[in-house]
């Protein structure tokens, strides 16, 4: 008796070995959860799914082949804001494309692939590195190899928020608070105040019920978590799929690492699997309930998806039969389909043995606890690019299986199109588990127009009836299947008519001990309902953190920032809320990008944003009112695809007239009154055709010298300009004598006093065989540069600002943290302590007066740290080489 959901999306180390810690505080104890790392660079004769696409072209260039599958992977997501005239046009490419082409593209290597291994190595070598002295008392550094440094800390920093995000009125969006995008959901099965969630900041869990929240993944070496399952057998065993499940492509692969399990509720966690897991999001975790309760003999399932490249390993069924401690691959005999992503499995309790597993091609069934499978429906060739991905969930009762794909193209608005827009999926039923299917045809377009991206399906455990089905909307029924009611609708809804729950859904959990309990997580956050989805409460107010691109603090202490999908926001008085800012035209929503304060009014601030329409992406205005009203501020000659822009346009500020700013598009512009009027600075579009501004800096102390980084994907460029004050007559020079030319230049900052010390970081994780260098400084004004990192990691660096008031001391904001050099750059320390280690810093404001330092992170808000009024002179450094020994890192949770 059985009943199981299926969706499929919409169209479209040569290194020393390196052992885990298990003995030491914080792991799992034994010496079972021991992992070795065999590889750390490039897998010699590794095939790959390139090979297996028709299309393929060997003569095509790699990094084209992996943009064109990066482009089947998604569908735009459809954002609750509303379109705005008047804005660039960024490309003709979907909305998730440009995001995520915006976030991992710079972090990739110039064949678009990752080193699996290239982060847990960074977090290895962080622990080499001493502790600023900015942070301890009596200055100096002192070499650190993990742990708290030896001098007492005098300065840590502290969260600030979101916890939650509100709107800043009541009449703006229906919804209410938010919070994060919840990834996964997993409910204690007695307790019904017992609860945990995921979401890229980490694991956090509730004891009563999800009123207040605590995170319990703190140390982890990754934060981004895909799935989360509880044994129900001893609820005090939980495991924790890592990687990202919505930022498919590139993305899965660089944040995966394996599978954390704890044994005592969350309190502390081991990592396994990391060997043969590492690099792919564990796209769902299902426990056999025959041997559920055992930390060493439950079989597991877990079910693996990532982006193809010769460094990546194979996706698929993984099956481990001791708890997680090691996995074999199952789904190798799938038709020649062993290096297709898997999206989903699920056990079917009542039927030992039996297992559904959902890939790219259907669902596919096991008599034999997954060491055979079966076809039990197949849907349109790999080459069909409607079909992207699947999910499915089995029922504790009943005959019913449910599956559901990303075909077909219908027109309306029943499912989150506008009128006369495409909508995608069908739903098809089974009433003899599996054997032969229907189609629902009611349910025709449910996935709306963006199911690759977000994506639920959720069947009641006890009553095989109830079934529920989302992507940018949701909808359930209570006849299994026959019938279909929308309970949050989107499309056309304006701002105050818009529904109780945020849209674009990735998670559904019912509660065991009574199913009318239901939870649902989506891009806004965490939902509950008591009465089987008839209502739903918000349960965001006490859950902490943010996605964040952009961070800026004024005198007065104001803070905002740009997170994804939840638009720009405002921290209120002391925090830790923040209240998202709206305007004419309407901004709320959709992506916030960059962000910058008026030092000398903080009621006015200029904020970047991506909205729903593709062509009205890359969108920048002002308010002067904090958010009450707002002034579209791009560049005349930029509006309409004139030219394009960044997924976020670049931001620039001068600290000492904020009424003065900069931005890049193909050009370089600068406004002197707050955006009212633009000039072009020179003929960046002509000097560099095709080329967008990445980031643009203006010196402090002569504004005659402006830099320029720009990038096309595969070209990488910096210019400066020494007479900016001309105009359009400005001269760019580019800058070439010692600057890498693969990697994407990520940020610059200008010495206060000295317009011609520039500092430049990059983006891209190296390998362990050729480790890259990221920061790079200039003396001369760009004729030349050297880097000042060989004793950072080898990681992605963001962000990097120069303290005004000590202009030797610099901060930088990278993959894994925040980094301080007091002396220019010949020496770095690490900068956070307080800070849950390693992770993803993409801004940082430091207001040189009020010694604040924000930093936003992408996953857990907005921190502070207050800096000392005169960073004392270096003293006595001595960062350990980051050479290839291998060191153990204790890695605790609380």
């Known amino acids: 008796m059985l009943t199981a959901v299926l969706a499929l999306p919409a169209a479209a180390r040569a290194a020393p070995g390196l052992t885990w810690p298990c003995g030491s505080s914080g792991a799992e104890p034994g010496p079972a959860c021991q992992d070795v790392d065999p590889v750390a660079g490039r897998r010699p004769g590794r095939r790959t799914a390139l090979v297996r696409i028709r299309c393929y072209n060997p003569a095509m260039p790699r990094r084209r082949v992996l943009a064109l599958l990066n482009l ?172 990202d499940p919505t930022f498919a492509g590139r993305g899965v692969s660089l944040l995966g690492v394996g599978l954390y399990r704890s044994s005592d509720s969350g309190a502390t966690w081991g990592l396994y699997g990391r060997d043969t897991l590492e690099g792919q999001a564990v796209h769902k975790v299902a426990i056999d309930p025959e041997t559920s309760g055992s930390l060493t003999g439950t079989v597991l399932y877990a079910a693996l998806r990532n982006f193809p490249s010769p460094l990546t390993k194979t996706p698929g069924l993984y099956k481990s039969s001791n708890s997680g401690q090691t996995w074999t691959l199952k789904t190798s005999q799938l038709d020649g389909l062993q290096d297709l992503s898997g999206y989903d499995v699920a056990v079917d309790t009542t039927s030992p043995g039996r297992v559904f597993y959902c890939n790219v091609r259907g669902l596919y069934r096991s008599n034999d606890y997954g060491e055979t499978w079966s076809s039990a429906l197949v849907v349109n060739e790999v080459s069909n690019s409607n079909i992207l991905g699947v999910k499915c969930a089995v029922s504790l009762a009943g005959a019913n299986v449910y599956y559901s794909n990303s075909d077909g193209a219908f027109t309306g608005t029943a499912w989150g199109g506008s009128a006369g827009s495409p909508v995608a999926g069908k739903v098809f039923r089974s009433t003899d588990g599996g054997a032969t299917f229907s189609e629902l045809t009611a349910a025709r377009g449910f996935c709306g127009t963006q199911c690759s991206y977000d994506q639920i399906v959720g069947v009641d455990p006890v009553n095989q009836n ?33 529904p109780p729950i945020h849209s674009d859904f990735h998670s559904i959990a019912f509660h065991r001990a009574n199913t009318d309990v239901v939870y649902l997580g989506n891009d806004g956050g965490l939902w509950r309902s008591n009465d089987g989805g008839l209502t739903w409460a918000n349960k965001n107010d006490s859950i902490p953190g943010g996605l964040l691109v952009g961070v800026s603090v004024s005198a007065n202490g104001k803070v905002i920032g740009g997170l994804q999908d939840n638009g720009n926001n405002v921290l209120v008085g002391a925090g830790p809320a923040f209240a998202m800012v709206y305007g004419a035209p309407a901004t709320g929503g959709g992506d916030g990008g960059y962000v910058k304060i008026d030092q000398a009014n903080s009621n006015r601030y200029y904020y970047t944003y991506v909205i729903a329409n593709t062509a009205d992406a890359g969108a920048m205005s002002r308010t002067d009112d904090d958010g009450a009203t707002g002034t579209s501020i791009v560049p005349a000659e930029a509006i309409n695809g004139a030219e394009t822009s960044e997924f976020y346009p670049p931001l620039f500020m001068s600290h000492a007239d904020s009424s003065r700013i900069l931005t890049g598009f193909n050009n370089a512009y600068r406004s002197l009154d707050a955006g009212a009027n633009w000039t072009r600075l020179g003929g960046l579009k002509a000097a560099a055709p095709g080329l967008k501004v990445t980031r643009i800096h203006e010196a402090p102390s002569n504004p005659n010298y402006v830099y320029a980084a720009m990038s096309d994907g595969s070209d990488h460029r910096v210019y400066v300009t020494k007479n900016a004050g001309l105009g359009t007559a400005a001269g760019w020079t580019r800058s070439t004598n010692g600057l890498p030319t693969t990697q994407v230049p990520a940020s610059l900052a200008v010495h206060p006093t000295d317009p011609k010390t520039l500092y430049v970081t990059y983006s891209q994780y190296g390998t ?77 404001w430091l207001h040189s007066g009020t010694r604040q330092l924000v930093a936003g992170t992408y996953g857990r808000g907005v921190f502070k740290v207050t800096l000392p009024d005169a960073p004392p002179p270096p003293s006595g450094l001595a960062a350990a080489p980051l050479g290839a020994s291998s060191i153990s890192w204790n890695w605790s949770a609380s």
């Open 72 to 243: 089947l992977f998604f569908l735009a997501p459809t954002a609750f804001s509303l379109p705005k005239a008047g804005s660039p046009k960024v490309t003709g490419k979907p909305r998730s494309i440009l995001r995520q082409e915006w976030f991992y593209n710079p972090r990739s290597l110039p064949d678009g692939s990752f080193a699996p291994s290239a982060r847990f190595f960074a977090l290895q070598a962080l622990g080499r590195i001493p502790y600023s002295p900015l942070q301890l008392r009596g200055g100096g550094f002192t070499p650190q190899t993990g742990g708290l440094p030896t001098q007492a800390v005098t300065r840590t920093w502290e969260f600030l928020g979101p916890r939650p995000l509100t709107p800043s009125t009541p009449a703006q969006y229906g919804f209410g608070n938010t919070s994060v995008k919840i990834n996964a959901i997993a409910l204690h099965p007695t307790d019904l105040n017992v609860l945990y969630i995921g979401s890229f900041g980490g694991i956090l869990k509730s004891t009563d019920g999800g009123s207040s929240w605590n995170y319990a993944s703190d140390g982890l070496p990754s934060q981004a978590i895909s799935s989360i399952a509880i044994d129900t057998a001893a609820p005090n065993i939980v495991y924790a799929g890592t990687g």
């Open 466 to 498: 109830r079934v529920f089905l989302g992507g940018v909307e949701p909808s359930s029924s209570t006849d299994s299947g026959q019938t279909w009611t929308p309970f949050a609708k989107f499309s056309g809804c304006g701002q105050a008519a818009c």
């Open 768 to 844: 362990q065989a050729a480790p890259l260098q990221h920061v790079y400084k200039s003396t001369d004004a760009g004729t030349t540069f050297v880097s000042v990192s060989s004793a950072l990691p080898d990681v992605p660096f963001h962000d990097i600002v120069v303290d005004t008031a000590a202009p030797n001391s610099v901060f930088a904001a990278s993959d894994v943290g925040v980094f301080n050099s007091i002396d220019g750059g010949k020496t770095w320390g690490r900068l956070d302590l307080g800070m849950p280690t390693g992770l993803i810093v993409n801004a940082l």
